[in-house]
């Protein structure tokens, strides 16, 4: 079957998002990808595949990317750290090998001392023209402070 939605490619990025993390926004995106690729993996089969149901599932791929950076989806809204509700912050997303000069902390630290403080979004390594350019986010006030503590106790000198 010719597609332009490989199988080998969906299913990819669904192993990968699948195993990103544990929120509710993990679980609904695998969720989600894993109805596309059943989906996907029955039409491969198909001798005279419909045109119009490939065309749907590339459509429902094209509104999934920008859903896997509405990172606010399946969530609860609340600081699980800090316990007061956080705000939502439509923000850039940065695509490719991110470098940063500043010390930054493990991910035990960050998930357990100031989860919801970065106000932007890491899009991975593959972008065209068509990826979102922003996504949304939750922000706690007191995560951010947290983490500008954090990065001032251990700043380079």
């Known amino acids: 079957m010719k597609s332009s939605l490989p199988a080998c490619l969906l ?8 195993g990103a993390g544990e929120s509710g926004h993990d679980r609904y995106i695998a969720k989600v990808f894993e109805q596309l ?3 996907l993996l029955v039409l491969s089969h198909d001798p005279n595949p419909n045109p119009g149901k490939l065309a749907d599932i590339q459509k429902r ?3 999934l990317e ?7 989806k399946g969530e609860s809204g609340i600081c699980p750290v800090h316990h007061i509700k956080m705000q939502i912050k439509e923000t850039q997303i940065a695509f490719g090998l991110l470098a940063v000069k500043e010390p930054q902390p493990d991910s035990k630290t960050r998930e357990t001392r100031f989860p919801f403080a970065r106000d932007w979004i890491v899009g991975g390594c593959i972008v065209s023209d068509g990826s979102p350019k922003t996504g949304k986010v939750f922000l706690c006030p007191k995560c951010v ?3 500008k503590a954090w990065m001032k106790a251990h700043e380079e000198k």
């Open 37 to 39: 690729k059943d989906e």
């Open 61 to 63: 791929m094209d509104q």
């Open 145 to 147: 402070g947290a983490e």
């Open 11 to 18: 299913f990819a990025f669904f192993v990968a998002v699948a």
């Open 66 to 72: 920008k859903e896997t950076f509405d990172l606010t």
